[in-house]
Antibody, heavy 119, light 108 residues
């Protein structure tokens, strides 16, 4: 069974750094793209970027380029999303999602990580 | 950049009735279109991919149609568990994932 398990909720102050994780299991971690999706409170889904853990090829949405860093450690089947300096506007739920088995749609989703940034 | 536009924003439907949700792409996405259901406090759930293929375990009352720029998700007879927000998403412009703004299906 494909599973994506994300790290727990975080409460941070503006200016702090943060790295959240998404651990894949039940499949070949290096063979499928994993993307990150933001959902601000009461809002829709926004694609942030995507990584291919096999060779760490990473692409970003223009809206998030330079704002976050996506990485992966294939030795522990884990993808990451990180910020160097959080803002209050980064408060949101963040989902990781794996490419589907039959195409490039996000077929499998993690449970989400709630990030709250407040002074 | 491809823009996905869903309509209506909110759909009020009685249990047992049919619901028809629309999604339009600003340029052709061929059949590279997926639909998701999201309930409060839950992650999105894949319903349809390839515009019309149901994902594993999705009931037959959910069906998708369309190609190019116009797509439809139909729920043939709404059950109580179907009241949720539905998103369309294109993956033709790989590696970008673009989502529509969502349609909320609420109880009439």
């Amino acid at each position: 069974e494909v599973q994506l398990v994300q790290s727990g909720a975080e409460v941070k102050k503006p200016g702090e750094s943060l790295k959240i994780s998404c651990k894949g299991s039940g499949y070949s971690f290096t063979s499928y793209w994993i993307g990150w999706v933001r959902q601000m409170p009461g809002k829709g889904l926004e694609w942030m970027g995507i990584i291919y853990p096999g060779d760490s090829d990473t692409r970003y949405s223009p809206s998030f380029q330079g704002q976050v860093t996506i990485s992966a450690d294939k030795s522990i089947s884990t993808a990451y999303l990180q910020w160097s300096s959080l803002k209050a506007s980064d408060t949101a739920m963040y989902y990781c999602a794996r490419q589907g088995s039959s195409g490039y749609y996000p077929g499998y989703w993690g449970q989400g990580t709630l990030v709250t940034v407040s002074s | 950049e491809i823009v996905m536009t869903q309509s209506p924003a909110t759909l009020s439907v009685s249990p047992g009735e049919r619901a028809t949700l629309s999604c339009r792409a600003s340029q052709s996405v061929s059949s590279n279109l997926a639909w998701y259901q999201q309930k409060p406090g839950q992650a999105p759930r894949l319903l349809i991919y390839g515009a019309s293929t149901r994902a594993t375990g999705i009931p037959a009352r959910f069906s998708g149609s369309g190609s190019g720029t116009e797509f439809t998700l139909t729920i043939s007879s709404l059950q109580s568990e179907d009241f949720a927000v539905y998103y369309c998403q294109q993956y033709n412009n790989w590696p970008q994932w673009t989502f529509g703004q969502g349609t909320k299906v609420e109880i009439k």
